[in-house]
């Protein structure tokens, strides 16, 4: 049997799906088992959108930068926050909801993406593979216009679910341990280790494009982060009711 370690350290992106379908009963197995993940002071404040509708589907591919996978995936999801509920219930309830502070924001990412990651790993222990789709909150008003989504419910990022098709990608490799995992203290002294990685991320892209690509983990992160990234989202986050004070 296949231990939850080693699907865990087996992980990569799928983007390439064959046509066999995922019935809705694995999919709902997949999603009941992970609501299972922790969840702050049990607010379980997430939801999950199963779009089946081809015609949303293209528009929501478009919307996320024209990625075809999110049209051709058998399964796509889209992982929201949701405050909607709790405000529902606490009115119920004959009382005020106050989401003044960041920290209700803070709550219901941090338990959307812990939800989320149970789907992934729930999902590949069954054989299946996906990718998550960031590119969702490129124009996230857009998004919310085409799934109906309330006051106090965001989309924060998509999922493609299927079974993977042949060739499996290589899996890219992750920054070493020594950088990460720290002892007592942090260790701010990073870069020889990052330079031995940037090697390691050089030869992944040469094999990967047959020589047409040249990068480095530094490279990329220095272009992603030399400019400002989705400046749109906090107005649209303060629209969508969520408090950023």
């Known amino acids: 049997m296949t231990t939850v370690l080693e699907i865990m350290a087996n992980h990569r992106s799928i983007r390439s799906f064959d046509k066999r379908p995922v019935s809705q009963e694995k999919l709902e197995k997949i999603i009941a088992t992970a609501q299972m993940a922790s969840t702050s ?13 081809q015609e949303k589907r293209k528009q929501l591919a478009h919307f996320s930068g024209d990625q075809s996978y999110v049209e051709q995936a058998p399964v796509f999801l889209v992982f929201c926050a949701d405050l909607y509920r709790i405000q529902q219930v ?13 920290e209700s924001f ?9 939800f989320a990651q149970n789907v992934m790993l729930a999902a590949e222990s069954l054989g299946l593979g996906g990718v998550y789709i960031g590119g969702i909150r490129n124009q996230p008003e857009q998004v919310s216009e085409v799934l109906d989504l309330p006051q106090l419910v965001m989309p924060l990022f ?6 993977p098709a042949e060739p499996i990608p290589d899996q890219k490799p992750r920054l070493p341990l020594s950088v990460v995992l720290h002892q007592n203290t942090y260790k701010k002294e990073q870069l ?9 991320i050089g030869n992944y892209y040469r094999k990967r494009t047959n020589g047409k690509r040249e990068d480095t983990w530094s490279t990329m992160m220095a272009r992603l982060f030399s400019k400002p990234l989705r400046k749109i989202l906090r107005t649209f986050i303060e629209q969508k009711h969520f408090r950023l004070d």
Do not use: P, R, W
């Open 41 to 53: 002071n049990f607010i379980q404040a997430y939801s999950v959108i199963q779009v089946t509708d």
């Open 90 to 102: 606490i009115e119920y309830k004959g009382e005020e909801a106050n989401f003044s502070t960041i």
């Open 106 to 114: 803070l709550l219901t990412t941090i338990d959307t993406a812990l």
């Open 158 to 163: 998509g999922m493609c679910l299927g079974y």
């Open 192 to 200: 020889n280790e990052i330079h031995k990685y940037d090697q390691e």
